[in-house]
Every structure is written in C-alpha cells, then in structure tokens.
C-alpha cells in the first residue's frame, strides 16, 4: 500500500540545477529515514543523500556542498536540491524510506527512480 512518488528530474545543462521531490503516501505510521539513491549505468547504486527523522543528514563526498536534502515530516516528503551539476551527476535517482506501516510491519520502499541528465 505505501508508495512513493518521484519527480523533478531531466535534462540539464552543466554548472545548472535541478530540484527533486518524493513524496510518500499509504498505510504509513512513521518515517524513519529519508534519502535519494542514483545509479549510472555500469556502476552501482549509491547513496547520495539522507535524513533521519530527527534532520540528521549524510552525504556522498562527490555531492557534499553541491546537493542539499531536505525534509518535511508533516508531508512524508523529502527533497534534494542539486546545484552545480556535472556530467558525472548523470544516473537515475530513487528516493527511499525507510518506514514502519500502520501495521507495525518494517520496511524499506522504493521510488520508480527519475532520470537526471547533466550534459557537457
């Protein structure tokens, strides 16, 4: 039933940006943690940003100080705003939660991913 919802993502320019937002929906009874994953093809998945429920965040060091995540517990979203973008930044992104259901069930849920492009 829980579901996440992606968007934000195309095709930018290098040194632009980009904003991009999930939001969570469904049979949710707390949210423990938040983050965005990307994956380029040919390399694996990798976590570019995260916050906990208490706004502790963590960064992968080739976006520390160009993206910036950000959370609203009220809404079940979460946000990351990518400045200064380079064409390495090129992967799909998939947000994650890391929840509890209404039913005390524990789990992590996935986004259907968004392509984000940064051309030369």
């Known amino acids: 039933q829980v579901q996440l919802v992606e968007s934000g993502g195309g095709l930018v320019q290098a040194g632009g940006s980009l904003r991009l937002s999930c939001a969570a929906s469904g049979s949710i009874l707390s949210i423990v943690d938040m983050g965005w994953y990307r994956q380029a093809p040919g390399k694996q998945r990798e976590l570019v940003a995260s916050?906990?429920?208490?706004?502790?965040?963590n960064y992968a060091d080739s976006v520390q100080g160009r993206f910036t995540i950000s959370r609203h517990n009220a809404e079940n979203a979460v946000y990351l705003q990518m400045n200064k973008l380079k064409p390495e930044d090129t992967a799909v992104y998939y947000c994650?939660?890391?929840?509890?259901?209404?039913?005390?069930?524990?789990?992590?849920?996935w986004g259907r991913g968004t392509q984000v492009t940064v051309s030369s």
């Open positions: 916050m906990t429920s208490g706004h502790s965040t």
């Open positions: 994650n939660a890391r929840l509890y259901t209404a039913v005390g069930a524990w789990g992590d849920y």
